[in-house]
């Protein structure tokens, strides 16, 4: 992975922007985090029965989670007439499975569940998961010309590359990666006209991201897709609050066996690295793509909202516990938040169960 990364510093003349640098440590073939064998989602890292695992995600902490969100899908095929799903970013499949046998419970039934995958060894686990329901999954690594259906991204837009800003001595600059006199990995910035999609008071030092992968993303989304409602699920926050002054130091975190750090440059290929999600400029960017935005609010109180009280009522004492993680404010309840999208066709007839109350689409 470093000779790679080395090379590709050479080629562009010795200096790498970030994005090109997060997408080559994420998804080099073989080599990056996601294109690799690592156990990668788990409870507990090695040594504590977790196999090595570097971070837990919602549906591996409880199938309340998927099923919960299976209500919510169970609504948006109904209201869009729409009889197929579309995952990004699947994990493992645990998402999945829990979608599926929970919409099986309920009598709803699917064509297709297709996944949308980059990682080879991520599709090999969730091709095992999934097993039971393989007259009905499907595996893609490109988007079609053309889809309809329900979307599900689960911690799929934090993973996208972002482009880094650095304001240092009051003027602007695109931080990349360089090769130091040692020849060690290092950070060097370059004047740039590129600015934040708001300006940030004040004259102190300031890093920030943004996220012209993931906006392109939704872009491209827009333009083949023409009926149904996607639910995208991630950690992050409206624009005034992403790029608040105090917040100076960005938001790029990597994660290595349950433990975070703020250092990309190190363990390449073995530590995933992540940026919040700026969700005002993920709605802006569908907006002026044609999509409607159906609403936003915090995990906690979408899943609330779903019904997920209802269906902890059934459920172990272990799902319970696990479950006030999800909604918790200091846990994963208001970090978490939900951004639904759809073709303008059709977007204002119905109301997502999740947005019934607490919808903050006005604070984007």
């Not at 990056?32 to 995600?57: C, R």
């Not at 893609?140 to 304001?167: C, H, I, K, Y």
């Not at 950070?187 to 993931?214: K, S």
């Not at 569908?286 to 997920?308: H, K």
Request: net charge negative; with cysteine.
């Amino acid at each position: 992975m470093r000779q790679r990364v080395d090379a590709a510093i050479e080629a562009a003349g010795g200096w790498l922007p970030f994005d090109r640098f997060m997408a080559m440590a994420l998804y080099e073939p073989g080599l990056g985090y996601y294109a690799n064998h690592s156990a990668k989602f788990g409870h507990l890292p090695a040594g504590q029965g977790g196999g090595g695992s570097d971070f837990v995600t919602a549906p591996e902490l409880t199938p309340l989670f998927g099923r919960t969100l299976a209500l919510q899908i169970a609504q948006a095929l109904q209201a869009t007439g729409t009889d197929e799903i579309w995952e990004f970013g699947a994990g493992t499949g645990a998402l999945a499975l829990q979608v599926l046998d929970a919409l099986a419970g309920m009598g709803v039934a699917i064509k297709r569940y297709t996944i949308v995958d980059l990682s080879g060894s991520l599709r090999e686990r969730q091709r095992t998961t999934l097993a039971a329901h393989g007259d009905t999954v499907q595996w893609a690594q490109t988007l079609p010309d053309s889809l309809n259906g329900v979307v599900l991204g689960n911690e799929v837009l934090d993973a996208m590359p972002v482009q880094l800003l650095a304001r240092v001595g009051g003027v602007w600059h695109e931080r990349g990666v360089v090769l130091d006199g040692a020849g060690e990995l290092a950070f060097g910035d370059t004047p740039t006209a590129l600015r934040p999609p708001v300006e940030v008071p004040g004259g102190h030092d300031y890093l920030c991201e943004i996220h012209p992968q993931g906006e392109a993303f939704v872009r491209t989304l827009a333009e083949r897709w023409t009926r149904g409602a996607a639910f995208f699920i991630d950690y992050g926050f409206p624009e005034a609050e992403y790029y608040h002054p105090q917040r100076h130091m960005g938001t790029l975190m990597c994660h290595r066996a349950h433990q975070s750090d703020s250092n990309p440059l190190l363990a390449l290929g073995e530590k995933d690295i992540t940026a919040h999600v700026n969700f005002t400029g993920v709605a802006l960017a569908a907006q002026q793509a044609g999509l409607e935005v159906l609403g936003y609010a915090s995990q906690g109180r979408f899943l609330i909202n779903c019904g997920l009280i209802d269906l902890a009522t059934a459920a172990s004492a272990r799902d319970n516990a696990l479950m006030q993680k999800l909604v918790n404010e200091h846990e994963m309840g208001e970090l978490f938040k939900v951004l639904a999208l759809a073709p303008a066709a059709g977007a204002a007839d119905w109301v997502p169960l999740g947005f019934a109350h607490g919808d903050r689409t006005h604070s984007l």
